[in-house]
């Protein structure tokens, strides 16, 4: 059994966190979200005790909003790791509007002629004072009878001293937990008086401003409102939530894991594919914010912005992420293009060839090239253009001996680019090779040998969301390196 919805007396439940996650292992819960209105010190008090009982906790939290006149209230899920620092500012602004509130609220209630002070109600409040610990304070003095009675006369929306709470516009919140990284949801739906055709369209703009979820399953839903609901997530592509909205004896009549007045068991598959909705979300953040490619943030080298994405995509197991594009161009002008290695970076970028082959004909009448790498896993590219000049022959040769044997039989081998009748002439014509120079060392071909592109330009492109991607080009001058940004 599961219950995505329960306060601790951090906020306004009754229970301390110890307490609720002992009712919870009493009501034989699986998993329980914490979601105290405005602050997870409920959760994070919780965590030890839920570890030691075996309950899965879930972080939550509950943020007023406002509709129109109407007081909406969405929850929030998974913010694990430390929320962004705006929405801890957020949180905190949020708790100076409720502070306003129950000063007037204070002041009202006085004005009645009733004794009661902010200072006591703030006592019961711990982290989050709310109405819920004035009426508790009403009812123990004797002026109403119960919370709920308390609420009618003075704290409801037709009591007389409600006072309108300052809370930001429901898009507004909608907007912000899904920029936080959570899954939201709208919490009972069926406590706002919409008609079945208003819940409709307030749904549907809550679903464009990033809503996930609707609160299908809670106490003060019926059958017929449940039923509803189901079908309404349905229709807008919405995941299901469900939870008790548990406040310990603040709110009687309330079953842990159940809706509909205890009469329905909230579905354990809702909280699974939460789960899995918010591991894509993240997946796809991931893919998203890895890549940022800001001017004040690179290096005036190009070389060494190119080393540091060079390791970054070696860290990120990117197969042969020295394999690169070569496009060269013949003496009329045709292009032509094919992957080599990169064998080294230091003033230019190095490859090596045989010297017969098309790219070094051309290289040779035609010294103009240009190189391309795509670190696709990464969303990154790195184009590169500029003029490449033979390395010397020492450099080659001590190049050569560090390849494999059969890489060296195979220079020797290979009649390159010429046309041959079939494999096994190749075949037979490394054997030759093998033979001939037995315990020896291969010498180094006098038509094989390496490459170095000097670099013109060089650019960097990373791919950002919304084809607004970064592109930034090093231009090479008398006076070092012109760094401009280039549109998408
Ligand atoms: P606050 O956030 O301080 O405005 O208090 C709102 C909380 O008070 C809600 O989340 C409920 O837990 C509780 N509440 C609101 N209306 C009532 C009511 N009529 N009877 C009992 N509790 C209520
Ligand atoms: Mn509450
Ligand atoms: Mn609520
Ligand atoms: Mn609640």
């Known amino acids: 059994m599961i219950d995505l ?7 306004d439940g009754s229970f301390s966190p110890q307490e609720l996650i002992e009712a919870a292992v009493r009501a034989d819960l699986r998993s329980l979200a914490i979601t105290d209105h405005d602050t997870f010190a409920g959760y994070d008090a919780a965590v030890p005790f839920a570890r030691s009982a075996g309950i899965d906790l879930i972080r939550g939290i509950e943020v007023s909003s406002r509709d129109g006149k109407k007081s909406i209230h969405i929850l929030g899920y998974f913010l694990n790791t430390a929320p962004p620092n705006w929405f801890t500012t957020w949180l905190r602004e949020q708790l100076r509007r409720r502070k306003n509130r129950n000063i007037e609220l204070a002041a009202k209630l006085t004005e009645l002629g009733l004794n009661i002070t902010l200072e006591e109600a703030e006592l019961l409040g711990r982290t989050v004072t709310g109405r819920v610990h004035f009426a508790q304070i009403l009812v123990q003095k004797n ?5 709920q009675d308390a609420f009618n006369r003075y704290l409801g929306e037709s009591g007389s001293a409600f006072v ?3 809370d930001p516009a429901t898009e507004d919140v909608v907007g912000r937990l899904h920029k936080a990284g959570a899954i939201s949801s709208v919490a009972h739906l069926g406590r706002y008086g919409l008609t079945p ?13 990033g809503l996930n979820a609707i609160e299908v399953v809670h106490t003060d839903h019926s059958s017929e409102d449940i039923a509803r609901y189901s079908a309404l997530a349905v229709k807008y592509g919405l995941l299901a939530t469900g939870g008790s909205d548990f406040h310990g004896r603040n709110k009687p009549g309330v079953r842990l894991g159940h809706g509909n007045a205890g009469k329905t068991v909230i579905p ?4 699974t594919r939460l789960r899995h909705t918010k591991l894509a979300l993240e997946t796809l953040r991931e893919n998203y914010t890895q890549g940022e490619l800001l001017e004040s943030e690179v290096s005036q080298d190009p070389l060494m912005l190119f080393q540091q994405w060079f390791d970054e995509a070696e860290q ?3 197969r042969e992420v020295n394999s690169m594009a070569l496009a060269t161009v013949s003496s009329t002008g045709s292009p032509s293009v094919r992957m080599v290695l990169l064998k080294g970076v230091d003033t230019g970028f190095l490859f090596y060839t045989n010297y017969t082959s098309q790219k070094g004909q051309e290289l040779d009448q035609n010294p103009q090239a240009a190189l391309c790498f795509h670190w696709k896993e990464l969303e990154r590219q790195v184009r590169i253009t500029g003029t490449v ?9 001590e190049y050569f001996q560090s390849r494999p044997r059969g890489s060296q039989l195979g220079a020797w081998a290979s009649p390159q680019s010429q046309s041959v009748p079939d494999r096994t002439v190749l075949e037979k014509k490394f054997a030759e090779v093998e033979q ?7 010498p180094l071909p006098d038509h094989w040998g390496g490459y170095r592109l000097l670099p013109q330009t060089i650019e960097f492109w990373q791919g950002r969301p919304n084809r607004l991607h970064d592109r930034l080009q090093y231009q090479h001058s008398e006076k070092g390196w012109v760094l401009r940004r280039l549109a998408p």
């Open 436 to 442: 001939s120079y037995t315990d020896q060392e291969i």
């Open 268 to 271: 354990s598959e809702w909280l």
């Open 197 to 209: 055709d208003q819940e409709e369209r307030f749904v549907e703009r809550l679903q464009a401003a």
């Open 316 to 318: 990120a197991e990117i």
């Open 164 to 166: 309108e709470m300052d």
């Open 5 to 11: 919805h329960s306060h601790t007396n951090e906020s």
């Open 389 to 397: 000049i033979r390395v010397s022959r020492e450099e080659s040769s």
């Open 143 to 147: 002026y109403a009878s119960s919370i």
